[in-house]
């Protein structure tokens, strides 16, 4: 366990805005979030940014480099953030003396790959209003993983952010959280969001 709390032992503050690593830069570490929210995004060929999901405390970021050693997006603090810097070649080293920390990292992977896939649906077969159901829904899953409420919370993203990841123009996403709120399904004050009917809500994503 010592071996293990050394290697996260090095840690580092970002400010909103600033980024964590860039696309194209070579990969050395992991990063686990202490505190704040991190986007991920990749650059289109004409300017136009593409999130690619957001991480919160307790996930882990970086995972996109350890096939091809480069990063394949930008990471962005969302808020002021904490991080836990891992670099890989220890860690590696470390899993193979720890075969607990090899099962726990390859779960960690999983997860990522799965999530990649709920996003492919995402994208692929919803509508506006299922898309934002779902959204909201893994937010809430995951705070509450984390031991916060499941059903009020704040969103670090703007809603522009948010249509950019669910793949919608930002009038749909407002029209669309408007709707929600006229019908019932959500309380929303700015970015406080505040989750009315959980059981309606999962009835949007229920079929698919």
Not at 66 to 94: G, K, Q
Not at 142 to 158: I, N
């Amino acid at each position: 366990m010592q071996q293990l709390d050394a290697l996260t032992s090095l840690k580092r503050t970002f400010r909103r805005g600033e980024y964590l690593y860039r696309c194209g830069e070579n990969f050395h570490s992991l990063f686990a979030i202490r505190t704040g929210f991190f986007k991920t995004q990749v650059l289109h060929e004409d300017g136009r940014e593409q999130v690619t999901g957001f991480q919160m405390p307790g996930e882990i970021i970086g995972l996109d480099a350890i096939s091809s050693d480069v990063h394949t997006c930008d990471a962005v603090a969302l808020e002021d953030s904490e991080i836990c810097e891992i670099p890989f070649d220890r860690l590696e080293t470390l899993s193979r003396e720890l075969p607990s920390l090899q099962r726990h990292l390859h779960k960690i992977m999983s997860r990522e790959i799965v999530r990649d896939q709920g996003i492919m649906m995402l994208l692929g077969s919803m509508r506006a209003e299922e898309r934002l159901a779902a959204f909201l829904l893994n937010l809430s899953q995951r705070f509450s993983a984390r031991g916060y409420s499941p059903t009020s919370f704040y969103l670090r993203m703007t809603r522009q952010e948010i249509g950019s990841y669910l793949g919608l123009k930002l009038e749909t996403v407002s029209r669309t959280f408007s709707h929600f709120q006229e019908n019932g399904l959500l309380n929303v004050r700015v970015r406080e969001v505040e989750i009315m009917d959980m059981l309606r809500l999962r009835s949007f994503v229920s079929h698919t």
